[in-house]
Nanobody, 122 residues
Framework: QVQLVESGGGLVQPGGSLRLSCAAS????????VGWFRQAPGKEREGVAC????????DYADSVKGRFTISRDNAKNTVYLQMNSLKPEDTAVYYC???????????????WGQGTQVTVSS
C-alpha cells in the first residue's frame, strides 16, 4: 500500500524552528520528485518547496526562501522540511506529495500525505 505520512508539526513561537518529516511506504522516494505544500484556513493550497530525484535540485516559494530547506534521506525513505525563523503567516496544514516523474517540480501530485498542522504563535 502506497502511503506518505507527515510528522513533526506543532505549536512554535515566532522565530522558532520545526522540522517536518515525510516518510514513504509501499514505494521508494529515491526516484520521485517530492514537494511540500501548505494550506491556511480560507486560503488556497500553495507550494512551499520541492526536490527532484536524480540531481536533487530544489525549488522554493519566495515567501520561504532563506528560511526553509528541503532535503531527502534515501536510506530512510524520508524527505524533510527544515523550517527556521518561523512567522505567524507560516501557520497552515503542511502536506507532502510525491510524483513518479522524478523531474516534476514544483508540482508533484501522484501521492499525498494526510497533512500535519503547524501553528506559529506567541
Amino acid at each position: 500500500q502506497v502511503q506518505l505520512v507527515e510528522s513533526g508539526g506543532g505549536l512554535v513561537q515566532p522565530g522558532g524552528s520545526l522540522r517536518l518529516s515525510c516518510a514513504a511506504s509501499g514505494f521508494t522516494l529515491d526516484y520521485t520528485a517530492v514537494g511540500w505544500f501548505r494550506q491556511a484556513p480560507g486560503k488556497e493550497r500553495e507550494g512551499v518547496a520541492c526536490i527532484t530525484s536524480s540531481t536533487g535540485s530544489t525549488d522554493y516559494a519566495d515567501s520561504v526562501k532563506g528560511r526553509f530547506t528541503i532535503s531527502r534521506d534515501n536510506a530512510k525513505n524520508t524527505v524533510y522540511l527544515q523550517m527556521n525563523s518561523l512567522k505567524p503567516e507560516d501557520t497552515a496544514v503542511y502536506y507532502c506529495a510525491a510524483d513518479r516523474n522524478p523531474w516534476k517540480c514544483p508540482d508533484p501530485n501522484d501521492y499525498w500525505g494526510q497533512g500535519t498542522q503547524v501553528t506559529v504563535s506567541s
